[in-house]
C-alpha cells in the first residue's frame, strides 16, 4: 500500500460519470458484442503491463454493474497499492457480450486514474524526508476533477482546494483587478466566511506586503531557489518579529521531478504541480479472456 487513501468520491458520483461515459461508448448499443451468442459466459483477467499504483476500481467495478449486473469482478489489489508489471489485477466472469461491451470504459477510467496516481507516488517520494507537501491544482480532466483528486490521494500527496467554492485563491488578475494585494485580501477576509484565503505573489515585495495581510497561505509563483529561500527567511523573520500565526508558503510553477526535491530543501510547506493532474499518461491495463 502506497498510502491509505481517504474515502472515494461518492458511489452516486461516481454512478452519473460512469452513465456518461458508457452513452458516449455504447450509444444505442453494441453492434460488435452483439456478434456473440447471447447465452455465453467467459472469464477473463486484467494485467497491469507496467509498474503502477492502481486507483480506480469503484469505476471499474460500476461499469460493469450498470451493463450487466450479472458479471462478477473479484479484486487482487485495492487503490493505492503498488503493483508490478504483468501483474493481474482483477478477474471478471459473467456474460460475455457485457464483459466485451464494459470493456473499453471500464479500462479507461482504471488506467487514467492509475496514471494519475502513479504520478503523485512519484512527486510525494521524491520530497520524502523533508517537511514540504506536495498539492494537485485544478488543471483537472473536465468532469473527473473529484476521480483525480483521490487519484493524487492514492499515490500519497495531497489536495488543494477542489474548486472555486472551498478556497480563495487570489491570483494575479484578481490583484489587479481588486486594486493590490492587500485591498484584495480584506476583501476577501469580508467575503470568505472563515475559508481558507492564498495570495499569489510574484516578487519579494510583494510578499512582504502579502505577509501584513490576514491571507493564511501566500503562492510563490516562478520563484527561483534562492528567491525561495530568501522568501521562507523573510517569513521567519517577519512573523518572528509581529509573533503572529505563521503563514504557509507554496511555490508553484514549472515543477517537475528534476527541479522538486531542491524545492522543497528552500523550506517551503508546500510545492503546488498541475502536471499531477493535467499531463495524464495512462498506464498500460490489458483485458484478456481465458481460452
Known amino acids: 500500500m502506497t498510502a491509505p487513501p481517504s474515502s472515494a468520491p461518492p458511489a452516486v458520483e461516481i454512478a452519473a460519470t460512469v452513465t456518461r461515459a458508457l452513452a458516449e ?21 486484467v494485467r497491469c ?30 487503490d493505492g497499492d503498488e503493483i508490478a508489471a504483468g501483474a493481474a489485477v482483477c478477474t471478471l466472469a459473467g456474460p460475455a457480450r457485457g464483459i466485451l461491451t464494459g470493456e473499453r470504459t471500464a479500462l479507461n477510467f482504471l488506467q487514467t486514474l492509475s496514471g494519475t496516481a502513479t504520478v503523485a507516488h512519484r512527486f510525494a517520494a521524491a520530497v520524502a524526508g523533508t517537511a514540504t507537501k506536495v498539492l494537485d491544482t485544478r488543471k483537472t480532466l473536465p468532469g473527473l476533477r473529484r476521480a483525480q483528486k483521490y487519484a493524487v490521494r492514492c499515490g500519497g500527496a495531497e489536495n488543494h482546494r477542489q474548486g472555486l467554492y472551498d478556497a480563495v485563491l487570489i491570483k494575479e488578475n484578481h490583484i489587479a483587478a481588486a486594486g493590490g494585494i492587500t485591498a484584495a485580501v480584506e476583501r476577501a477576509v469580508a467575503a470568505a466566511d ?51 500565526s505563521r503563514k504557509a508558503l507554496e511555490a508553484s510553477g514549472s515543477v517537475d521531478l528534476d527541479t522538486l526535491r531542491a524545492l522543497a530543501e528552500t523550506g517551503v510547506d508546500y510545492v503546488s504541480i498541475g502536471a499531477m493532474t493535467k499531463n495524464v499518461r495512462a498506464i498500460d491495463f490489458s483485458l484478456r479472456l481465458d481460452d
Open 25 to 45: 461508448d455504447v450509444g444505442s448499443g453494441d453492434v460488435t458484442a452483439s456478434l456473440v451468442d447471447a447465452a455465453a459466459a467467459v472469464s477473463g483477467r
Open 49 to 78: 503491463k507496467e509498474p503502477a499504483v492502481l486507483c480506480g476500481t469503484a469505476w471499474f467495478d460500476e461499469v460493469y454493474r450498470q451493463v450487466d449486473g450479472a458479471i462478477a469482478v473479484t479484486w487482487h489489489f485495492a
Open 194 to 244: 472563515g475559508l481558507m484565503i492564498e495570495v499569489e505573489v510574484e516578487t519579494l515585495d510583494e510578499l512582504r506586503e502579502a505577509l501584513a495581510t490576514p491571507a493564511h497561505r501566500i503562492m510563490l509563483d516562478d520563484f527561483t531557489l534562492d528567491q525561495l529561500r530568501e522568501a521562507v527567511a523573510i517569513r521567519d523573520a517577519m512573523e518572528g518579529a509581529a509573533g503572529g
